[in-house]
T-cell receptor, first 113, second 114 residues
Framework: DVKVTQSSRYLVKRTGEKVFLECVQDMDHENMFWYRQDPGLGLRLIYFSYDVKMKEKGDIPEGYSVSREKKERFSLILESASTNQTSMYLC????????????FGPGTRLTVL | GENVEQHPSTLSVQEGDSAVIKCTYSDSASNYFPWYKQELGKRPQLIIDIRSNVGEKKDQRIAVTLNKTAKHFSLHITETQPEDSAVYFCAGYILTGGGNKLTFGTGTQLKVEL
């Protein structure tokens, strides 16, 4: 059973703080993704990674960076959090093979005050 | 890049009725179209998917149809039940130079009323 876990379910930070969101998957998936989910806007891709130390920008990368030092872990970094980054953040992973099912983590509700 | 549009944004049906959610995509290279269901407070989960070499796929009460020429695909839920109430997302899959990614629609809030 695939498991994607995220370090926090709820997080409250102040404007200007550096924020780390961690995601870990246990199925040896090559691909990992970070999305933010906002009402009416669906799931928007921030960054993704298809291999260790590889990363590609998604549709809304501004204000974010990522790190993938190990295959199982993909971190999302907000260098200087702003109030417009208040959102639900979802991590996901997927195998590169025939099975294209993407597995999501439980999400982190981030509030920036 | 790929653009996926989804309609309607909200859908309310009576229990037992059918529900249809429609999506269009822009990139003719897309070849895989999954549907995810997200119940309140939970993570999105795959419920059905279809590949571009197939026109229709069915799994019990849910079915998906694909029209490659028109670049649209639809989710059909028959005999709706209260537990079908959720947000449904369609997506299109495209292979990029270095990897692959899904582009999601904006979601449909389905409410099944008793």
């Amino acid at each position: 059973d695939v498991k994607v876990t995220q370090s926090s379910r709820y997080l409250v930070k102040r404007t200007g703080e550096k924020v780390f969101l961690e995601c870990v998957q246990d199925m040896d998936h090559e691909n990992m993704f970070w999305y933010r989910q906002d009402p009416g806007l669906g799931l928007r891709l921030i960054y993704f990674s298809y291999d260790v130390k590889m990363k590609e920008k998604g549709d809304i990368p501004e204000g974010y960076s990522v790190s993938r030092e190990k295959k199982e872990r993909f971190s999302l970094i907000l260098e200087s959090a702003s109030t417009n980054q208040t959102s639900m953040y979802l991590c996901a992973s997927r195998d590169s093979g025939r099975n294209n099912e993407q597995f999501f983590g439980p999400g982190t509700r981030l509030t920036v005050l | 890049g790929e653009n996926v549009e989804q309609h309607p944004s909200t859908l309310s049906v009576q229990e037992g009725d059918s529900a249809v959610i429609k999506c269009t995509y822009s990139d003719s290279a897309s070849n895989y179209f999954p549907w995810y269901k997200q119940e309140l407070g939970k993570r999105p989960q795959l419920i059905i998917d279809i590949r571009s070499n197939v026109g229709e796929k069915k799994d019990q009460r849910i079915a998906v149809t694909l029209n490659k020429t028109a670049k649209h695909f639809s989710l059909h839920i028959t005999e709706t039940q209260p537990e079908d109430s959720a947000v449904y997302f369609c997506a299109g899959y495209i292979l990029t130079g270095g990897g692959n990614k899904l582009t999601f629609g904006t979601g449909t809030q389905l409410k099944v009323e008793l």
